[in-house]
């Protein structure tokens, strides 16, 4: 048993209800000049610095604020090629279409095996050093039974938070025949895929799969025990967000363009709502509305959606920085969104919160507070992180 005291922590961001009235803080439960100890990868202790116990090795945080690590509910990092030429070609005034997903899957069927894993190992490095800890990630990019198959089994190399995301697109060998489709990936796909998933999720919008499309899938991914998440409203109002509330879903992404019944269900249901600012940032959409959400009692996480096509960020400071400046989110909401929010997106209870027993997902900030995320947006505030009490960065 080997125990390790991060003290001298100037602002430690805990998300513990317990501290939140002597934080003056809404839901942070800030401590200062605290210390956190962590035995065999778990918080074990946090308090004051001045009473903290004895421990085999000693971090000196120097002033700096600890926050729990990012918990990035929603990323799509198994894929081939670029699409940088689409992303450039929207800034001159293209519209994002969800067809652009059938280039990634070209190009992620062409890739080995070899050249996906190299590819995501060097996103999870990325993520690690940006304060990420928690990463789920969905397959997608390959929408045939071995290839949809292989990108599950690639991810779980990676994180246990895996989504079978076979109904992101209809495949082009396919064309005109959604229905056909769906069959194979409630049958075949789905017997192949679910071994190696933790969820479902569908893509339910306009160009990509109708609302009864959608209910079948995730009907089909419930029953085989993969817990539901929705991708819905991005592109315009529809009705998935209902679906996602009606099947339980644990999430729902995007949320864009919501009705107000839509807000006031999310509000009265446990359902997150997931918002993805880098897609509207790398679209030049209308940035969802965070404050009407908050405001309707619903619980928001904040996640990249790190994709070649819609958001190619792995950056989740610069989330919460957008979603502060554009979206109506305080700092210290957007803090708490991108932590204990992701993990309720994940129905994670042992991340995104430094308590006794969670897993020691820790963030060393190069800054005395957590506003500094959104304060000095694009600056690299990440200076040290530990995944289950181990340094991954810094
Ligand atoms: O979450 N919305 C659907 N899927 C991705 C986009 C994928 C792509 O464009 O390649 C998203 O935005
Ligand atoms: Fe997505």
Same mark, same amino acid.
């Given at each position: 048993?080997?125990?390790?005291?991060?003290?001298?922590?100037?602002?430690?961001?805990?998300?513990?209800?317990?501290?939140?009235?002597?934080?003056?803080?809404?839901?942070?439960?800030?401590?200062?000049?605290?210390?956190?100890?962590?035995?065999?990868?778990?918080?074990?202790?946090?308090?004051?610095?001045?009473?903290?116990?004895?421990?085999? /090795?000693?971090?000196?945080?120097?002033?700096? &604020?600890?926050?729990?690590?990012?918990?990035?509910?929603?990323?799509?990092?198994?894929?081939?090629?670029?699409?940088?030429?689409?992303?450039?070609?929207?800034?001159?005034?293209?519209?994002?279409?969800?067809?652009?997903?059938?280039?990634?899957?070209?190009?992620?069927?062409?890739?080995?095996?070899?050249?996906?894993?190299?590819?995501?190992?060097?996103?999870?490095?990325?993520?690690?050093?940006?304060?990420?800890?928690?990463?789920?990630?969905?397959?997608?990019?390959?929408?045939?039974?071995?290839?949809?198959?292989?990108?599950?089994?690639?991810?779980?190399?990676?994180?246990?938070?895996?989504?079978?995301?076979?109904?992101?697109?209809?495949?082009?060998?396919?064309?005109?025949?959604?229905?056909?489709?769906?069959?194979?990936?409630?049958?075949?796909?789905?017997?192949?895929?679910?071994?190696?998933?933790?969820?479902?999720?569908?893509?339910?919008?306009?160009?990509?799969?109708?609302?009864?499309?959608?209910?079948?899938?995730?009907?089909?991914?419930?029953?085989?025990?993969?817990?539901?998440?929705?991708?819905? /409203?991005?592109?315009?109002?529809?009705?998935?967000?209902?679906?996602?509330?009606?099947?339980?879903?644990?999430?729902?992404?995007?949320?864009?363009?919501?009705?107000?019944?839509?807000?006031?269900?999310?509000?009265?249901?446990?359902?997150?709502?997931?918002?993805?600012?880098?897609?509207?940032?790398?679209?030049?959409?209308?940035?969802?509305?965070?404050?009407?959400?908050?405001?309707?009692?619903?619980?928001?996480?904040? &996640?990249?959606?790190?994709?070649?096509?819609?958001?190619?960020?792995? /950056?989740?400071?610069?989330?919460?920085?957008?979603?502060?400046?554009?979206?109506?989110?305080?700092?210290?909401?957007?803090?708490?969104?991108?932590?204990?929010?992701?993990?309720?997106?994940?129905?994670?209870?042992?991340?995104?919160?430094?308590?006794?027993?969670?897993?020691?997902?820790?963030?060393?900030?190069?800054?005395?507070?957590?506003?500094?995320?959104?304060?000095?947006?694009?600056?690299?505030?990440?200076?040290?992180?530990?995944?289950?009490?181990?340094?991954?960065?810094?």
């Amino acid at each position: 048993m080997s125990s390790h005291l991060i003290t001298g922590i100037g602002q430690l961001v805990t998300n513990d209800l317990e501290h939140d009235a002597a934080a003056g803080v809404e839901r942070l439960g800030l401590l200062h000049d605290a210390a956190v100890r962590v035995v065999d990868g778990l918080v074990d202790w946090v308090g004051p610095a001045a009473d903290a116990p004895e421990a085999d /090795s000693v971090t000196d945080a120097a002033g700096a &604020a600890l926050i729990p690590g990012f918990v990035d509910s929603h990323t799509h990092i198994v894929f081939g090629g670029d699409r940088s030429a689409e992303f450039e070609a929207r800034m001159s005034g293209q519209a994002y279409s969800a067809g652009g997903i059938r280039s990634t899957v070209a190009a992620t069927r062409a890739a080995s095996d070899d050249e996906l894993r190299t590819r995501l190992a060097g996103f999870m490095t990325e993520l690690h050093a940006q304060g990420s800890t928690t990463i789920e990630v969905k397959s997608g990019y390959g929408l045939t039974v071995d290839d949809e198959a292989r990108m599950l089994r690639l991810a779980a190399e990676v994180t246990d938070e895996v989504t079978f995301l076979g109904a992101h697109v209809v495949p082009a060998e396919f064309a005109g025949r959604g229905d056909d489709y769906v069959d194979l990936v409630v049958g075949d796909m789905l017997d192949a895929c679910a071994p190696h998933a933790k969820w479902v999720d569908v893509f339910c919008e306009t160009g990509a799969f109708t609302p009864e499309q959608s209910r079948r899938v995730l009907e089909a991914g419930a029953a085989r025990g993969l817990g539901v998440r929705v991708h819905a /409203s991005q592109l315009g109002p529809g009705v998935g967000v209902q679906l996602a509330i009606e099947l339980g879903a644990a999430a729902v992404d995007h949320c864009t363009f919501l009705t107000d019944d839509d807000v006031t269900a999310l509000g009265a249901f446990d359902t997150v709502a997931t918002l993805l600012p880098g897609v509207e940032f790398s679209t030049k959409q209308p940035y969802p509305d965070a404050r009407r959400l908050l405001e309707a009692g619903a619980t928001v996480a904040l &996640a990249s959606d790190c994709n070649p096509g819609s958001s190619f960020t792995s /950056s989740m400071p610069f989330c919460i920085a957008v979603a502060v400046r554009d979206m109506g989110m305080t700092p210290a909401e957007a803090l708490w969104s991108s932590t204990a929010g992701g993990a309720r997106a994940l129905r994670r209870t042992d991340v995104g919160r430094v308590v006794v027993g969670a897993r020691a997902d820790l963030v060393q900030l190069k800054a005395p507070s957590y506003v500094h995320l959104a304060y000095r947006p694009g600056v690299p505030l990440v200076d040290r992180v530990w995944k289950d009490g181990v340094l991954v960065s810094g």
